[in-house]
């Protein structure tokens, strides 16, 4: 019979064993000691040790899968030592983290059970036949939904039939999860973008890849990150702009450089989009740190790279050096204009914590790729990096990586690896308010698997736009409420405001979203733009307390899962003429034709099309007749009567090329034409996008060098012998 070790739960005790028996094994997991004298080898052959006990403190970090496992006091005595110390090896010994799963597995299961979704388990290797019987034994679920394309038509010694992904495609998948459980990550990725391809709102989640995870007993870590990183708004005339490749490597940055900056550039490998960029668009040297690789994949004349890597102190033997080093060998001791971008796998928080303040004063913004939130030996020193950094910097931009898992509280999802970027306070001043997140120039870093939706991450309070340096004393908020008080009591004060209000459209979301004509008239509309694009045509007005909303909610998730929303995708297109009455309600995405009315308190539902001159109306607003226009000299348009013709090259075709499907979607038009040369015309033709869509070769309407010749001996003058750009 196997021995059940003894947990250990204090220092105290575990001195006393190792005292009582000094040649005792420990066994470390990370900052933990397991040691179990009682258990014989036959009871531990994976490791062929004798050990004494398991030993933790709840009062320490664990690992996050050992968090989980000892916080659930029920799965714990349910599992015998041998089991138990299996998967904290396996978690130990595999590259690829497969031991760790069994603990991400069940939190994953129980959080979707909870949720009223069924488990589907894809595929059924050792992986999924291993979640099949825990399923069986934890959770006393016999019957489960199995998906393999290997195996399908074969039935489990259970009875249960193997499906095929074309089988899925008949399947209504409302209400069921899919766990992806390839160990092979790769394998895993491949099945998770077969599945994303499938014409259905599959959910899918995955223990070795990119998933989301309760992590009991982490709560108040991620709480305090949350905190220690809340978002503040710059106040400046630059704009953001996104620097480097289009998914992974790529950081939005303020836009505001200058050529005598210089641009520190740590963590390279392949990639030197980001180094490029900065260096072509703005004229700057880029002194560029990696001692992982022998050179660096594209040279540049601005470039200026050194076989070295940061650390929080200088280690020569493993070609490591501190920030304050790597200055230094640039002549950069007293340079006050630097920018920092660093990606070095968890070398960060060293380098932040061992680097002096004033060091960290000299870089005038810094874009970190931040890693490790799931180790909690690392909790100290990463909560001591964000208050550092706090003194000298502030945060205004932050994504998470979604080739990784998160951590999730009922409120945060906080992704163990985030991208952030830091202002500096003495450069830069503030305001405090709600910043949500993800933004338009944001992407995933990777396309298998979906954005995380942070949400707000700036100040939790509604109220709160206080510069850092105008700060209201008790006298001046005395002051304050003074006058307040008297204007409210002012009845004509009061009403004129009123009347303002009743006039003032708000917009909640990116404010670049909203195309208005300048005709048009939006009254106190509600304007969100969280999940696409709002279009209103010349004409076109609305009554009062109308709500034209983009962003949606999944109902049937719970918890995070459901404040999450789309980043776009629910464009609202509103027509010429289009009157839209007192309190409807326009949800995206939808398309209001030219001349059309939507009744009072009418609700237009998602994928709703309302032809030209419809008057619509009711809960949900349904079509009731065609208007007959009065007036003799405006008929109505039954139909687009035109082509558009988009004239373009090569490059920014292949650039904006998946933002022609929605146009072929949504544009009133008969045909999108493209007019270009013969390499557009190839790839158009390879695009796909259907009968609407043509091409005319630009030399078929005329010469192009011919046109250029003619408008070069009218621009002559103006262009002073310089060389007039091509499609000028």
């Not at 039954?638 to 090329?657: A, L, Q, S, W």
Request: hydrophobic share 35%.
């Amino acid at each position: 019979m196997q021995k059940e070790p003894k947990i250990i739960t204090s220092e105290v005790e575990l001195e006393e064993i190792k005292r009582l028996n000094p040649e005792s094994n420990i066994f470390s997991h990370g900052a933990k000691y397991f040691d179990i004298s009682n258990l014989t080898s036959a009871d531990l052959e994976w490791i062929g040790k004798d050990y004494d006990a398991i030993y933790f403190d709840e009062k320490d970090a664990f690992l996050p899968e050992l968090a989980f496992f000892f916080a659930n006091m029920e799965y714990r005595e349910k599992l015998s030592a041998k089991q138990m110390l299996e998967v904290i090896s396996e978690e130990t010994q595999a590259e690829d983290g497969s031991g760790r799963f069994e603990f991400e597995f069940i939190a994953i299961i129980e959080r979707e059970l909870k949720r009223g979704n069924e488990i589907v388990i894809c595929p059924f290797g050792e992986a999924g036949q291993s979640f099949k019987q825990l399923l069986n034994s934890r959770f006393g679920i016999k019957e489960a939904f199995i998906l393999d394309d290997g195996k399908a038509g074969e039935v489990t010694s259970d009875g249960i039939r193997i499906l095929s992904f074309d089988e899925l495609a008949e399947e209504d998948m409302f209400g069921r999860t899919v766990i992806v459980n390839e160990p092979d990550y790769e394998q895993n990725l491949v099945l998770a973008y077969k599945l994303s391809t499938l014409d259905k709102n599959i959910r899918t989640i995955s223990p070795f890849g990119a998933y989301e995870i309760l992590v009991p007993g982490r709560q108040s870590f991620i709480e305090k990150v949350r905190e220690l990183t809340e978002v503040k708004r710059p106040i400046t005339d630059c704009g953001y702009v996104r620097i480097g490749a289009d998914r992974d490597g790529g950081y939005i940055l303020l836009d505001d450089f200058a050529p005598e900056m210089a641009a520190y550039s740590f963590g390279i490998n392949d990639d030197v989009t980001w180094d490029e960029q900065m260096a072509d668009t703005y004229d700057m040297n880029i002194y560029m740190y990696d001692h992982t690789i022998d050179g660096l994949p594209k040279e540049n004349p601005h470039f200026h790279y050194y076989k070295q890597g940061v650390a929080g102190c200088d280690r020569p033997e493993e070609l490591l050096y501190s920030l304050k080093s790597c200055l230094e060998q640039n002549g950069h001791s007293d340079k006050d204009n630097l920018i920092l971008k660093m990606d070095v796998e968890g070398a960060e928080w060293d380098v932040i914590n061992e680097t002096p303040s004033e060091i960290l004063g000299q870089f005038r913004q810094i874009a970190f790729e931040l890693h490790d939130f799931d180790h909690p030996e690392k909790e100290r020193g990463i909560l001591a990096a964000f208050k550092k950094l706090n003194d000298t910097h502030f945060p205004v931009w932050i994504h998470g990586n979604n080739h990784t898992s998160a951590m999730c509280t009922e409120n945060i999802t906080l992704p163990i690896a985030l991208e952030i970027l830091y202002l500096n306070k003495a450069y830069y001043k503030y305001e405090e308010g709600i910043v949500s997140f993800p933004w338009n120039l944001d992407n995933p870093n990777t396309s298998l698997f979906p954005e995380y939706i942070l949400g707000n991450w700036g100040k939790r309070s509604v109220n709160a736009t206080i510069n850092n340096d105008e700060c209201l004393g008790d006298e001046d908020m005395s002051s304050y409420d003074n006058v307040k008080n008297e204007l409210l009591n002012d009845i004509d004060f009061v009403a004129a405001l009123s009347d303002k209000l009743l006039g003032m459209m708000s917009i909640f979301g990116p404010k670049e979203r909203v195309h208005l004509a300048p005709d048009a008239e939006m009254q106190n509309s509600v304007v969100n733009t969280m999940s696409g694009e709002v279009y209103v045509g010349s004409g076109s007005f609305c009554g009062h307390n109308v709500s034209i909303i983009t962003g949606s909610h999944d109902a049937y998730s719970y918890g995070e899962a459901r404040r999450q929303y789309p980043c776009d995708g629910n464009d609202i297109i509103i027509g010429e003429g289009v009157w839209i009455c007192s309190n409807a309600v326009i949800l995206g995405p939808c398309k209001i034709g030219d001349n059309s009315v939507v009744a009072a308190g009418s609700i237009v539902l998602p994928g709703t099309e309302i032809g030209a001159g419809e008057l619509w109306a009711g809960v949900p607003a349904v079509y009731k007749k065609t208007i007959e226009c009065n007036n003799e000299s405006k008929q109505v348009q039954n139909g687009p009567t035109f082509d558009t013709i988009i004239v373009i090259t090569p490059k920014d075709y292949m650039r904006v090329e998946a933002n022609y499907k929605r146009l072929v979607k949504w544009l009133p038009s008969d045909r999108l034409i493209f007019v270009g040369n013969s390499e557009v015309g190839e790839l158009v033709k390879k695009s796909n996008l259907g009968d609407k869509v043509g091409f005319i070769c630009e030399d078929d309407i005329l010469p192009f060098d011919e046109v250029n010749a003619i408008m070069y001996e009218h621009l002559k003058d103006w262009l002073n012998g310089r060389e007039m750009p091509r499609g000028f």
